[in-house]
């Protein structure tokens, strides 16, 4: 049981360059979210999802977008990468709402990835 | 407005004594969740404590106790006979349903607590 993953760990990208994060959950989880954490701003959230094939924006949508075609995965896409996205970018999963108790709340999340933008 | 405000930046506490990370939160929902995560070093975020609106007893996990207040609006996390290994940053968050009724968290920008031997 890996729980949550991240691919890859580090990653350094040009101005310009696309790139796909990858997050993947063995926990059956229905939700997963993308979050960004930038020094003294905690964490931000960028995109969520609430189910295979559906996808939400969060605080900080701009410049990226989001796919989740499987129930296990969710990708993260940047198109054009700007210096603005230098970031540690965590991915976490939960169960669904509307079940009962702490562990349905609880986000669980990867071990993050960090991204340079030069 | 901030919903979830961390006021200390910083603590330092020795060894074994009690330390209190203040947290109050800001939300016009009736259900709502408060979370303590752990962060160390190594950059994992590590879940510590969940509270819920309408529990009415105070959270524990081991060390951990959050003391709910709220009429006050305040989640903070106390941790017991503190030890070297609990230097890390410490992040509350607050869990509401959006508009479509999912749930999202909201984090503080946190407080790095370090354990003085």
Redo the contacts between chains.
Sequence with gaps: NAGVTQTPKFRVLKTGQSMTLLCAQDMNHE?M?W?RQDP??????IH?S?GEGTT?K?EVPDGYNVSRLKKQNFLLGLESAAPSQTS?Y?C?S?GS?GTSG?GA?????G??TRLLVL | AQK?TQTQPGMFVQEKEAVTLDCTYDTSDQSY?L?W?KQPSS?????LI?Q?SYDEQNATEGRYSLNFQKARKSANLVISASQLGDSAMY?C?M?E??N???????????TRLTIIP
């Design positions: 939700y979210y979050y003294g701003m905690g964490l931000r959230l969520y609430v939400a969060g540690v965590f976490a939960s709402s702490r709340e609880t986000q669980y999340f071990p993050g | 979830i969740g979370f995560y950059g994992e975020m590590i879940f969940y819920g992040f968050a869990r349903r959006s479509f009724g999912n749930e999202k968290l909201t984090f503080g920008t946190g």
